[in-house]
């Protein structure tokens, strides 16, 4: 598993009460991560959502306040939430999983990676909302 992107922001909420709306990530759940299409298979804190033809597993770690989300190829995303002076801080980090096919990996992987930081300003918004606090990206 190779890390391609690290995304970071602060939301001034405790990190108990960002974790309780972030994980909350099942269809018509409240998260922003939260995933639409049709479950497949569901275990609690794991499910499979097929979505658009190809199937997400979705895997909640409730212990270490974090969220994955995992296509069928290459693809995996954790959000995890931390303490934080200010409130929490959410990383949210895209991982290649795909054995090999390096070189493909880095063509179909483009989009993803280049739509990830507006996508994750949008949830750091959604959740601003949904708790009533400030929150930001961290730019470094």
Known sequence: MTELLELRGVVEASPDAVAAVLLDVGPGGRSPLAITGTIDHDDGDEFVVILEGSRMTVTVDR?????????????????????????????????????????AVRMVSRGPLNAAP???ATQLEQLSRLLGVAAWVITD
């Open 63 to 103: 212990a270490a306040r974090s969220v994955s989300l995992q296509g069928e190829w290459w693809y995996r995303g954790v959000t995890s939430v931390e303490p934080d002076p200010r409130g929490c801080l959410l990383v949210h980090r895209i991982y290649n999983v795909a054995p090999g096919h390096r070189w």
């Open 118 to 120: 507006t996508t994750f």
